[in-house]
């Protein structure tokens, strides 16, 4: 088993930033793909941000390019995700996932066999 617990979420003012991270540990060497997904409120689950473990591939939403950056410190075991440039439209749950490599696209919710609880984002002034 893995698990993952994330950090770093609150408060922000519009054009702020934040920095979430992502602890991973267990079997965390069984995992390849990394990810973030968010939720507002009253919405589904989206994809954000995907990198790996092994090499240097990252992949993001069309509505985060830009701003947002995915990175990961493998000897921490932690992906981190860089938050700039926030807005309203920002604010959610996010949570972090993790899964064994996959041929499934970065985006598809089922390619990933561990979460993490969520981490709270609200962009407000």
């Known amino acids: 088993q893995v698990q993952l617990v994330e950090s770093g979420g609150g408060l922000a003012q519009p054009g702020g930033s934040l920095r979430l991270s992502c602890v991973a540990s267990?079997?965390?060497?069984?995992?390849?793909?990394l990810a973030w997904f968010r939720q507002a409120p009253g919405k589904g689950r989206e994809f954000v941000a995907f990198t790996t473990w092994t090499d240097d591939r990252t992949s993001y939403a069309d509505s985060v390019k830009g701003r947002f950056t995915i990175s990961r410190d493998n000897a921490k075991t932690t992906v981190y995700l860089q938050m700039n440039n926030l807005n309203p439209e920002d604010t959610a749950a996010y949570y972090c996932?993790?899964?064994?490599?996959?041929?499934?696209?970065?985006?598809?919710?089922?390619?990933?066999?561990?979460w993490g609880k969520g981490t709270q984002v609200t962009v407000s002034s």
């Open positions: 996932a993790a899964g064994v490599r996959s041929l499934l696209r970065p985006d598809i919710r089922v390619g990933y066999n561990y």
């Open positions: 267990g079997r965390t060497a069984t995992t390849n793909r």
